[in-house]
């Protein structure tokens, strides 16, 4: 059984920078693609970046440059350094991850129990 553990979550200033970690319980090149995604209150599930396993990346225009997504293969864990935040909604982070090649939430197989981030004014 895959688990993704996420870690890094916490309450941060507004303008501060945050940094997630998905640790997976085994390699991380057994997947096609892992990416984050965000929940808001009441809202759907959104992915924010996301990388393959050729190295590429993806995000959310609302997130480009501010947010990066990489990896540490040795340690098989992917990362999300979030900068210059600014919403003061309590956001839940959750880590994906799929053998297929899709974004969509539905497409992704495994997920974390996900973390929250709070931002203050």
């Known amino acids: 059984q895959v688990q993704l553990v996420e870690s890094g979550g916490g309450l941060v200033q507004a303008g501060g920078s945050l940094r997630l970690s998905c640790a997976a319980s085994?390699?991380?090149?057994?997947?096609?693609?892992m990416g984050w995604y965000r929940q808001a209150p009441g809202a759907q599930r959104e992915l924010v970046a996301g990388i393959t396993r050729g190295g590429s990346t993806t995000y959310v225009d609302s997130m480009k440059g501010r947010f990066t997504i990489s990896r540490d293969n040795a340690k098989n864990t992917v990362y999300l350094q979030m900068n210059s935040l600014k919403t003061d909604e309590p956001d839940a982070y959750y880590c994906?991850?799929?053998?297929?090649?899709?974004?969509?939430?539905?497409?992704?197989?495994?997920w974390g129990s996900g973390n929250l981030v709070t931002v203050s004014s």
């Open positions: 994906a991850a799929s053998r297929g090649s899709a974004w969509s939430v539905d497409g992704m197989n495994f």
């Open positions: 085994g390699s991380i090149f057994s997947f096609n693609v």
